[in-house]
T-cell receptor
Framework: DAKTTQPPSMDCAEGRAANLPCNHS???????VYWYRQIHSQGPQYIIH???NNETNEMASLIITEDRKSSTLILPHATLRDTAVYYC??????????FGAGTRLTVKP | EAGVTQFPSHSVIEKGQTVTLRCDPI?????LYWYRRVMGKEIKFLLH????????ESGMPNNRFLAERTGGTYSTLKVQPAELEDSGVYFC?????????????FGSGTQLSVL
């Protein structure tokens, strides 16, 4: 199973871009990279996902390296409400998501 | 459109009692998943339904846990008898299809406390 490695924590200044890295060096060709976040004790919230190309939506951008061994989630203008645990997940098959420890992002005023 | 709803939001029971958690997926979603997060641990997969059938129950911790999805709509997760280590937050998620580019939508979870 492809696993992911993320830094345990990061800080970001409010209004600045938050860049959250993820390493998934054992990813296989048909596995997607997903990003979710969990704010306080709420349920995980979908952010974005991609396969090979960079993706952008109203929440964030996802940059995937050409060899697909790593990716970066970018929150272009972080706000205090973006403080959360961010999970980078490689979907191992068509059934479920496997969560790791994630990165605890703290956005500071 | 309503999201994934879970009931109750909180449950406090004593060791040895039975608790049943309920999940209503998004209407039309054939896939339903149960996850849980125990204190200090990562979110762990429990099982996956496709309609009323169990597709994968490899994450169920032991036979004190029973999940059902009669009729392929809502699902229940029963813990009988509950033990202290069952305390945690139980999340339900649903998705429309089974392709691995389909996102899962999560509910707000049920906080279970076993005393």
């Amino acid at each position: 199973d492809a696993k992911t490695t993320q830094p345990p924590s990061m800080d970001c200044a409010e209004g600045r871009a938050a860049n959250l890295p993820c390493n998934h060096s054992t990813i296989s060709g048909n596995e997607y990279v997903y990003w979710y976040r969990q704010i306080h004790s709420q349920g995980p919230q979908y952010i974005i996902h991609g396969l090979k190309n960079n993706e952008t939506n109203e929440m964030a951008s996802l940059i995937i390296t050409e060899d697909r061994k790593s990716s970066t989630l970018i929150l272009p203008h972080a706000t205090l409400r973006d403080t959360a645990v961010y999970y980078c997940i490689v979907r191992i098959h068509n059934n479920d998501m496997r969560f790791g420890a994630g990165t605890r992002l703290t956005v500071k005023p | 459109e309503a999201g994934v709803t879970q009931f109750p939001s909180h449950s406090v029971i004593e060791k040895g009692q039975t608790v049943t958690l309920r999940c209503d997926p998004i209407s039309g979603h054939d896939n339903l998943y149960w996850y849980r997060r125990v204190m200090g641990k990562e979110i762990k997969f429990l099982l996956h339904f496709v309609k009323e059938s169990k597709q994968d129950e490899s994450g169920m911790p032991n036979n004190r846990f029973l999940a059902e999805r009669t009729g392929g709509t809502y699902s229940t997760l029963k813990v009988q008898p509950a033990e202290l280590e069952d305390s945690g937050v139980y999340f339900c998620a649903s998705s429309q299809g089974q392709q691995h580019n389909e996102k899962l939508f999560f509910g707000s979870g049920t906080q279970l406390s076993v005393l």
